[in-house]
């Protein structure tokens, strides 16, 4: 089971959606609240929310995905006993909460709406609130006896092998011609039939590389752990002449635009430098 959640200000438009008929919607769960329609909900929120104005996106959006097979099998009782175990574990017990099932798709999933608001006037906490959704989600997949987003990973993986050793075997011969920039790198792959989609975030910063091959789409790390982000740029940046932490630049070019390096990728790559000269230090006082 997969979980995803984040902070709203638009809860009447947000809830309305959850509620669409057009969507097969039905009620599976409701806390402190009476209403029966989106607007009633949402007025009853702005109750709450009205002790604390300095709160702006002051309602919890959460998106609970059992597996397609999971979801198939699960009655109303069974989601209502998801949503009440995921709210107990995110220490969301004791405030208005209302949750939907949309079965319109072949993935059953649950829209949940809680007011961030308590009703001491207390805004919840939402730091980290993506991650922790999906660590929460996880223990209560495993609680019930649920397929685990990684177990599903794994059968993934399994399932394409082939092709992620093809993947792999590929990048190794273009390594091996030694490329100094990413975009050689890239241009190296494309002529073997291997798209690199780079990851950037909202900040501009390079998270790291998908592979696409023969309509298979994987992050580096599932094709093989020496194809993150930081080894192969690491690998990349040596190949360029680089060989001290110091020179390790934040930025470089990509696809024409400048794109940044965190300071924690900067931080590995310049580690993983080092490692490569301590280890050549040592073949050549070892006479290798």
């Not at 809860?11 to 009476?34: C, R």
């Not at 001491?120 to 006896?145: E, P, W």
Request: contains cysteine; glycine residues 6%.
């Amino acid at each position: 089971m997969i979980g995803k959640g984040h902070s709203i200000a638009r809860t009447g438009a947000s809830i309305d959606y959850g509620w669409n008929q057009e969507k097969d919607a039905e009620v599976v769960f409701k806390e402190h609240l009476a209403g029966d329609s989106p607007k009633e909900i949402a007025e009853e929120f702005k109750i709450i929310q009205s002790q604390n104005q300095r709160c702006i996106n002051n309602t919890l959006s959460f998106i609970l995905s059992p597996t397609v097979q999971d979801g198939l099998n699960m009655d109303k009782a069974q989601l209502q006993e998801i949503t009440r175990l995921f709210l107990k574990e995110m220490e969301l017990k004791n405030r208005q909460a209302i949750a939907f099932v949309h079965r319109d798709k072949a993935h059953t999933h649950v829209h949940v709406y809680v007011n961030r608001i308590g009703f001491d006037g207390k805004a919840y906490n939402d730091s980290f609130i993506g991650k922790r959704s999906q660590l929460v989600a996880d223990n209560v997949a495993k609680q019930l006896g649920l397929a685990r987003v990684c177990e599903v990973q794994q059968e993934k993986l399994q399932e394409l092998k082939e092709q992620r050793v093809d993947i792999k075997h590929i990048n190794d011969r273009v390594l091996e011609t030694r490329p100094k920039s990413i975009d050689e790198y890239n241009n190296k792959m494309k002529v073997q039939q291997v798209k690199v989609i780079p990851s950037i975030n909202k900040s501009n910063q390079l998270q790291g590389f998908r592979f696409e091959y023969k309509g298979v789409n994987l992050k580096g790390s599932d094709v093989h752990r020496s194809m993150t982000g930081v080894k192969l740029i690491g690998e990349i940046t040596q190949n360029s002449g680089i060989t001290r932490m110091k020179e390790v630049p934040d930025s470089f070019k990509l696809l024409d635009k400048t794109v940044q390096i965190s300071a924690k990728m900067a931080a590995s790559i310049a580690k993983g430098l080092m490692k490569q000269v301590i280890k050549r230090s040592l073949d050549v006082g070892l006479g290798f």
